[in-house]
Every structure is written in C-alpha cells, then in structure tokens.
C-alpha cells in the first residue's frame, strides 16, 4: 500500500486556502458541507484565502455543480468509482494525498459519524493535529492562525486551540452549529474534477450491502420547530404527550440527556453538548432544568420556550417566552389552542 508522506520541516508559507471537505451520502451532499462553506467564507477574508469544497464520490456531478452556487470559488471532485460508497480507508487516503499534495492552510470536516471517522485519520496521515467538535471558530488578527474554540472539562469551559507549528490546521465542526452559506444567483467558482489516488488494494474493507435501517431517524439539525422534554416528563409515558404536541405543531421531538441515560427515548433524539446541535424557529423546552451541557445545543434557537413548574429553574434564564407550570396541563391546553386556530 502506498503511504502518505508526512512533511516533518514545513514551511508555513507555502500553505494557503481552506478547504471543506464535502460530505454526501448516496450522492446527496449533507447540509454540514453548506454550514462549513458559510464558516470558511466568513474565515477566509480574515486571510484573504480562498474556500474550495473537496468532495469524494462517483458520478454525482450534478450535486457537485450545486455547491457552486453557494459562492465558493473551486471544488475539488475526487471521482473514482472506488469512492461510489464510503470507506474509511479510500475517502481518508484519497483526501490526505491531495492535502499532501497541494498545502491548503484550513481543513474543515464535519463532525457527523463520517467526518468524526475520516478526519482524525486524515490529520494523522498528513502529520498535523485537529481539533474536535468545535463551536466556534475564528482568524488571530495578529498571526492569521485558526482559533478553533470548543467546550472542555464537561462544558464547563471553553477552550481555544491553536495549531502553531504544522498544516493544515485542521478542525471538525458540529452539525447544525454554523450558519448556512447564502445561495448567490452567478457563482464565479468552478469544478476540477481529479482522479483519486489510491487502488483496490488501499480499501480493506468492502462494502458487500447496504441495509437501511427500518427505524424511523429524526433529523433534529434541519427542524424548524423542536418539542423536548426533560426528566419532568416522569417517564416514557410521558413523552407520548411531548410526542403529540411535536406532531400538531409539525415539529421533532428532542429530549435531555436525562431521558436518554433513563432509557425512556432513543438517543437520536438527545439536544446539548454530547448529543446534538440544533438551531430550529421555535424550542420548546419541557420539563427540562437548563443545563449548561443541554444549553451548549439549543440556545442558538430563534424561539425559545420554557414550561417548568420551578420558577427558579435556569431554562427561564434564556427562553423568550416562560411558563411556570405542570407540562401535564400546561401541554394540553397548547395542543387545544392550535387545534382552535386551524379551524
Ligand atoms: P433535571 O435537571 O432533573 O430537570 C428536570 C426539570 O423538570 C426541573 O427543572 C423540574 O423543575 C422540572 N419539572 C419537574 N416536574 C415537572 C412538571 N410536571 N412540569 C414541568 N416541569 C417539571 N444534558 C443534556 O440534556 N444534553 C447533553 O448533551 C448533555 N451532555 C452532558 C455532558 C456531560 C459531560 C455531562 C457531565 C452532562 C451532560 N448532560 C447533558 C447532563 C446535564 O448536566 C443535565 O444533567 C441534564 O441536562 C438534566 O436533564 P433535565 O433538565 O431533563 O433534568
């Protein structure tokens, strides 16, 4: 197997660009990719770089052609029928080879299951370090390096981590963290579509079916309205009622990690620190105390709204709208409320 070679003496100045790297699955490119290109466009006039989108696949240059219209100003297509489906092994080596090869300053990656997988290996092959799961980034108006902030010691702190000595500065973003890149009408930017460079030999593991999961996901990231409940819904039971209001408001239904750890809802469903991010119109929080791990993934949202029978709970710190109140009864006369004004 060919390996990548790892440059021990750089030179920092021959590194200049970021690049994101580009995430589809079965073709469709996830919405991270459109988060990260807002995050570099807004980074790269801090260096006056450029923002170029790598993407690994096979015959999806349509999707490929609908980034540019995000204003980016090159993607990258890594085209082999080798990558049609993800490997860690070929999208990680024929990523780390163009790294490599063509010295971009900024690597950002999504911090989805792929790019949690993919971009840790990456930085181990190109022989730099990576910051995980950031929240926050930005440029050092003094040096130009990458600020790349995220929470430690159990979100009890935020620490910024700099990448001084190598390249490229490399960092996974949260989904549902960084705002969406505008969609312009006349991009300027093109596609250059490059060979990957790795063999059958490269993949170790092969793809042999793919069997869809025939449990219903929640994608909370892309949800404009968000129900959740907290340890006050006293049970399974009782997010049947958090359930039903998410279904007449046309929401998701989120929960804390309280519930997830008590077994009573799947963890596909858990908002904060350790589970996800999100940023929908309205939140309601349910029964949910407001702690700083649950705040870190939802206080971004547009809307919230707090019900909790303690009037000292934290929650009614940052919600815009607070009730104090059992969610038992409290959640009800919402639902008779919608109903009345749909009729
Ligand atoms: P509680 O704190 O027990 O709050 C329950 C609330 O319900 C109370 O405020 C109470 O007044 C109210 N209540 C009770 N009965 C009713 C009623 N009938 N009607 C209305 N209100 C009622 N937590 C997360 O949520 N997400 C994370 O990602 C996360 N990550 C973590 C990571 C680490 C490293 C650590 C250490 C912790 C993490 N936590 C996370 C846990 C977090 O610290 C809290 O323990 C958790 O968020 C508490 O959940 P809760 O608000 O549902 O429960």
């Not at 920092?12 to 469709?28: F, H, N, P, T, V």
């Not at 297509?77 to 080596?93: C, R, V």
């Not at 995980?132 to 702190?157: H, M, S, V, W, Y």
């Not at 408001?249 to 596909?268: K, P, Q, T, Y």
């Amino acid at each position: 197997m060919k390996r990548a070679k790892v440059n021990q003496n750089i030179n920092l100045k021959e590194y200049s660009d970021i690049w994101i790297i580009g995430e589809q699955r079965e073709g469709k490119i996830h919405p991270v990719t459109i988060e990260l290109i807002g995050e570099g466009k807004k980074l790269a006039k801090g260096i006056d770089n450029k923002v170029v989108v790598v993407v690994a696949g096979y015959e999806i240059d349509e999707e490929i052609n609908k980034l540019l219209y995000y204003g980016v100003d090159k993607i990258i297509y890594i085209s082999s029928p080798l990558l049609k489906n993800f490997s860690t092994d070929g999208y990680a080596s024929s990523i780390s080879r163009l790294i490599l090869e063509r010295k971009p300053e900024i690597v950002l990656v999504g911090a989805t299951s792929i790019g949690r997988d993919i971009g840790p290996r990456i930085a181990a092959k190109v022989g730099t370090g990576l910051t995980a799961d950031c929240t926050k980034l930005d440029i050092d108006k003094e040096d130009g390096k990458l600020l790349q902030t995220r929470p430690a010691f159990g979100g009890n702190l935020m620490a910024t981590i700099i990448c001084p000595k190598n390249r490229p500065q490399m960092a996974t973003v949260r989904p549902g963290v960084m705002k969406k890149a505008a969609h312009v009408d006349n991009p300027s930017g093109y596609v250059e579509v490059v060979e990957a460079d790795i063999t059958e030999v490269d993949i170790k593991a092969k793809v042999v079916k793919i069997l869809k999961s025939s449990k219903k996901t929640v994608d909370l990231t892309e949800a404009k309205i968000i129900v959740s409940g907290g340890r006050g819904v006293k049970g399974p039971e009782g997010f049947e009622l958090i359930k039903a209001f998410a279904e007449k408001l046309g929401g998701e239904v989120g929960a804390s990690r309280a519930c997830v750890d008590s077994g009573w809802i799947d963890s596909m469903h858990q908002v904060g620190q350790t589970g996800t991010t999100v940023r929908p119109e309205i939140y309601f929080a349910c029964g949910i105390s407001g702690a700083i791990q649950h705040l870190a993934g939802m206080s971004d949202s547009k809307y919230i709204v707090a019900i909790n029978t303690d009037p000292t709970a934290p929650i009614f710190k940052v919600c815009d709208f607070g009730i104090v109140g059992d969610l038992k009864k409290v959640i009800p006369a919402m639902i008779e409320e919608v109903e009345r004004n749909k009729e």
